[in-house]
C-alpha cells in the first residue's frame, strides 16, 4: 500500500508538509466526522495541496488543491477533541467560476499545531485556558498516597459494594476536592498524612470520586510514562495467548509502589466488579472508569484518544484475571484458562480484537504496521 504522501507530486518546493484531520459537519444531522489528509502548503503562492489517506487503496490518487487566503484559530480548549484545532479560509478553483469556503482543521499535537498556524498567516492567543484541577493539584506515589487509597477502599468495601453506579456516579467537586486536599496538605508530616481520616460518614460517591481524582492528578500515572506505550503496543497484539503473556510481564517491571497500588487497586475493583448485578459496574464499566486515569499518555495528543479503547481494555483484562496477572510466573495452564475464559463469555471478557479492527486506521499511521507478523 501506497502512503498518501508518495502519491503527491515533488516537483514543487514546499513550505511545510504534514498530517491534518479536516473536520466536516453535518448540520442535518447534526454530526461531525474528520478526515485524515496528507497536507502540502507553499506559502508564496498560498496553496494548499491535500490527499485523503485510504488504508485500502494501491491505485494512484488525485491530490485536491485550493488557495488559503487567511488563517483563523480557534480559542484554546482544554477539551482534548477540540484542541489545536484553525480554520483556514480558501479559495476552491472551479471551471468558470472561484468557489470561497472555510475547511476546518486539526492538527496532532501543540508544536504541528503551531508550525501550521504559523506557515498559513495565523495568530495564536497568547492567553492560556484557566489552570485545570489536574494543572493544579499534582500528587505523588508514596506512602501516604497508597494509605490514602486503602483508606478510601477500606470504607467503600464496608458499605458500598452493592451501590448502584459506584465509581460511575461523580461526587460533588468542592467535597471531593477538599478530602484529596485535605489528605495532602503540603504543611503536612508524613506521619500526619498517614493519620488522616476518610470519614465512615461520608458519602460513597464522594470517596470514590476523591480516589479516582487523586489516580489522575498523580505525576506520574501508575502504569508510568515509560511503559505507556509499550502497554499499547501489547494490546494491540492478535494472538490472546501472546498479548496476555506480554501484558503480565510488563506489569512485573513497573515500579514496586507501582506495582502494589496497581494490584491493591485491581483486587478492589475486582470485588466491586462480582457485585455487578446491583451495583452494574461489570470489569467493562470500570475498564472505562479508571483506565483513562492509571493508562495515560505523557503527552496528550489528538492522536492519543483513539488509544482509550486499549487502555481500557488494558484495565479491564486485569481485573478479571487479577489473581494470575501478579502471579510471580505465569503457567501454560493460566494463559489456556484465561484465552478460554474470553472465548467461552465475550460478554464479560476483554474483546481487544474488535478495537483493533475499529482502530486499525489510526494505528497504522501512529505505530507503523506492527500489528501484522
Request: net charge negative.
Amino acid at each position: 500500500m501506497l502512503r498518501p504522501e508518495e502519491h503527491l507530486l515533488k516537483n514543487q518546493e514546499f513550505d511545510r508538509e504534514g498530517y491534518l484531520f479536516l473536520i466536516e459537519r453535518n448540520k442535518i444531522i447534526g454530526t461531525t466526522a474528520a478526515t485524515k489528509h496528507y497536507c502540502q502548503y507553499r506559502k508564496d503562492i498560498n496553496l494548499l495541496r491535500m490527499i485523503t489517506f485510504t488504508q485500502t487503496s494501491t491505485k494512484q490518487l488525485t491530490p485536491y488543491d485550493v488557495f488559503v487566503r487567511h488563517c483563523v484559530v480557534h480559542p484554546a480548549d482544554e477539551k482534548l477533541d477540540k484542541r489545536f484545532m484553525f480554520d483556514l479560509h480558501i479559495i476552491e478553483k472551479g471551471g468558470s467560476s472561484d468557489k470561497m469556503s472555510i475547511f476546518t482543521f486539526q492538527a496532532t499535537n501543540e508544536e504541528d499545531f503551531e508550525g501550521w498556524i504559523s506557515i498559513t498567516g495565523g495568530q495564536i492567543n497568547v492567553s492560556k485556558p484557566e489552570l485545570s484541577l489536574k494543572t493544579e493539584m499534582q500528587n505523588e506515589l508514596d506512602d501516604s498516597g497508597i494509605d490514602f487509597v486503602k483508606k478510601c477502599i477500606q470504607v467503600i468495601e464496608r458499605r458500598g459494594l452493592d451501590e448502584q453506579g459506584l465509581y460511575r456516579i461523580v461526587g460533588m467537586q468542592s467535597k471531593v476536592n477538599s478530602l484529596v486536599a485535605g489528605h495532602f496538605d503540603v504543611h503536612k508530616t508524613l506521619a500526619q498524612r498517614l493519620e488522616t481520616p476518610v470519614e465512615e460518614d461520608m458519602e460513597l460517591k464522594t470517596i470514590c470520586s476523591a480516589l479516582k481524582l487523586f489516580l489522575r492528578t498523580l505525576k506520574e500515572p501508575v502504569f508510568t510514562f515509560k511503559l505507556h506505550n509499550r502497554f499499547i503496543e501489547a494490546a494491540m497484539i492478535d494472538d490472546k495467548a501472546e498479548r496476555i503473556r506480554t501484558l503480565h510481564s510488563l506489569i512485573k517491571e513497573l515500579p514496586k509502589q507501582n506495582y502494589d497500588l496497581l494490584y491493591i487497586l485491581m483486587t478492589h475493583l475486582y470485588k466491586v466488579s462480582q457485585h455487578n448485578e446491583k451495583n452494574l459496574m461489570t470489569p467493562v464499566n470500570l475498564g472505562v472508569c479508571f483506565g483513562p486515569s492509571i493508562l495515560r499518555p505523557e503527552f496528550e495528543t489528538v492522536s492519543s484518544i483513539y488509544d482509550i479503547k486499549f487502555r481500557n481494555a488494558i484495565v479491564e483484562l486485569i481485573i478479571i484475571h487479577y489473581e494470575k496477572m501478579f502471579k510471580t510466573k505465569l503457567e501454560q495452564q493460566d494463559i489456556d484458562e484465561m484465552v478460554g475464559s474470553s472465548e467461552q463469555d465475550q460478554s464479560s471478557g476483554v474483546n481487544l480484537t474488535n478495537s483493533l479492527s475499529s482502530l486499525v486506521v489510526i494505528i497504522y499511521f501512529k505505530y507503523g504496521n506492527k500489528t501484522q507478523k
